[in-house]
């Protein structure tokens, strides 16, 4: 299956280090049929995909060298189970909806969602041919409205709309979504195929991660500690970190199956089981 990985962070900062374990993943685990990665910047993102294996992709050393930071990073990368191995059915998926880009990813398969015409979307249309982009396009149909008011909705929402389509999902199969709407980090944990083949929980896992920052781009200081809740000053250095299995020695902690988390700015504000 699939692998996710995703950051939000007080600062911008680099994912270099998780990303390079995340393309070591793709030689190891098979998941040799693409990868991508945006990088947020304001309501805007630096898209990057390749339908390669990450760790033998050109692009992933020049995303390395270039040094690219955020404080808002959705990756993904791909072992097909739907769709053809070409660039429009390489994830982070992406839209512009109310002013901003949205991106989505997703580990899992749902095939009944392409050949079902009740998740077809009236608004947004796939570009490929994969599940995960027609519930992209799903849920995008269904925030459209509110995100089409003069202003962004606020963050109940948003979450109460990610929740539903969540509850929705879940029973067709392996659903573990990251979505992203320049602002808020979106997490639903559900099952997935484990090393030993069996498909179970946890589908992802989530690290919290503070500590000091020397107003440069990157975690220059080394972690402080580890926690669930985070009291965030302007001086220091915060991250959420979520990937679909645990990418450090850092006790990561598993999502239960449905259970959903909201992150902003390396701050969880949001967090329940459906």
Not at 182 to 188: A, K, W
């Amino acid at each position: 299956m699939c692998e996710l990985l995703a950051m939000s962070t007080r600062h911008p900062t680099n994912l270099t280090l998780s990303l390079r374990a995340l393309a070591e993943h793709s030689s190891s685990g098979g998941h040799v049929d693409g990868w991508g990665v945006a990088y947020y910047s304001n309501g805007d993102a630096w898209r990057i995909r390749d339908t390669t294996a990450a760790y033998d992709s050109p692009w992933t050393q020049l995303v390395a060298s270039y040094g690219l930071t955020s404080d808002l990073v959705v990756a993904h990368i791909r072992k097909a189970t739907q769709g053809q191995v070409v660039l429009e059915n390489t994830q982070p998926f992406e839209r512009e909806l109310g002013g901003r880009i949205h991106t989505f990813a997703h580990n899992g398969d749902l095939p009944r969602v392409t050949k079902s015409g009740k998740y077809r979307s009236h608004n947004f249309r796939p570009v490929g041919n994969t599940d995960s982009e027609h519930v992209f396009c799903y849920l995008m149909d269904k925030l459209r409205e509110p995100w089409l008011s003069d202003e962004a909705p606020d963050f109940e929402t948003r979450w109460q709309i990610f929740r539903d389509i969540c509850s929705e999902f879940r029973p067709l199969g392996p659903a573990n979504f990251v979505y992203s709407d320049s602002e808020y980090l979106f997490v639903h944990g559900n099952t997935r195929t484990q090393q030993d083949g069996v498909r179970r929980p946890p589908g992802l896992h989530w690290l919290c991660r503070k500590c000091h920052h020397d107003g440069k781009p990157g975690l220059t200081s080394k972690a402080l500690s580890v926690t669930n809740a985070i009291t965030l000053d302007t001086a220091e250095q915060a991250v959420v970190l979520v990937a679909s299995v645990p990418l450090t020695e850092e006790p990561w902690e598993a999502l239960g199956e449905g259970e959903v988390l909201a992150a902003r700015h390396g701050r969880v504000v949001a967090r329940s089981t459906l």
